[in-house]
């Protein structure tokens, strides 16, 4: 079956260690987002990349990396750097045309 | 930073119709207007878009006003189920980033 998955579903860090959340599509999508989510709060886009190779910063992009070698993946790296990193993590991908964009079910971080 | 304003948070009883607004008094000519939906700890989920007419599919309606100010989601017969925060969002259709605002958190009662 086609989609969207993001691995794992819950995540434990010690503060200071950096953390990789993955994220693969097999919707054959150029587009791949990735947001934050904290407790009753809306999305908030991280960093975004309409094709392979090339990726763009979002609102708080602070303190997280990505890359985007191949089509199905964008991992993100949450580094030490991140002040605040637990939070509710949410990867999209979207087509060319973007009539929709297809969610995974979503990553907790928890850092301890 | 979103382009749209929406109520906080609504009530509807169930089989009642939900009509959720959004307010996008900046949109521009070539941004279309789209909804998703957020059910708790999910990722969210589309629900419709629209450019300047009205359109509908199996999950709702959206009425999008003429000067495209302003626009409403149309759930038709609520269930328990719809209870989940809904996005209003404005972007390009091709190549807009997708930037999600705090929605409309919608509670469906039995």
């Known amino acids: 079956d086609g989609g969207i998955t993001q691995s794992p579903k819950y995540l434990f860090r010690k503060e200071g260690q950096n953390v990789t959340l993955s994220c693969e599509q097999n919707?054959?999508?150029?587009?791949m987002y990735w947001y934050r989510q904290d407790p009753g709060q809306g999305l908030r886009l991280i960093y975004y990349s309409q094709i392979v190779n090339d990726f763009q910063k979002g609102d708080i992009a602070e303190g997280y990396s990505v890359s985007r070698e191949k089509k199905e993946s964008f991992p993100l790296t949450v580094t030490s750097a991140q002040k605040n990193p637990t939070a509710f993590y949410l990867c999209a991908s979207e087509s060319r045309e973007n009539t929709e964009a297809f969610f995974g079910q979503g990553t907790r971080l928890t850092v301890v | 930073d979103a382009k749209t304003t929406q109520p906080t948070s609504m009530d509807c009883a169930e089989g009642r119709a939900a009509n959720l607004p959004c307010n996008h008094s900046?949109?521009?000519?070539?941004?279309?207007v789209y909804w998703y939906r957020q059910i708790h700890s999910q990722g969210p989920q589309y629900i419709i878009h629209g450019l300047k007419n009205n359109e509908t599919n199996e999950m709702a309606s959206l009425i999008i006003t003429e000067d495209r100010k302003s626009s409403t989601l149309i759930l038709p017969h609520a269930t328990l189920r719809d209870t989940a925060v809904y996005y209003c969002?404005?972007?390009?259709?091709?190549?807009?980033?997708?930037?999600f605002g705090q929605g409309t958190e919608l509670s469906v009662k039995p």
């Open positions: 919707l054959n999508h150029d587009a």
């Open positions: 969002i404005v972007r390009e259709n091709q190549g807009g980033k997708l930037i």
């Open positions: 900046t949109i521009s000519g070539n941004e279309y």
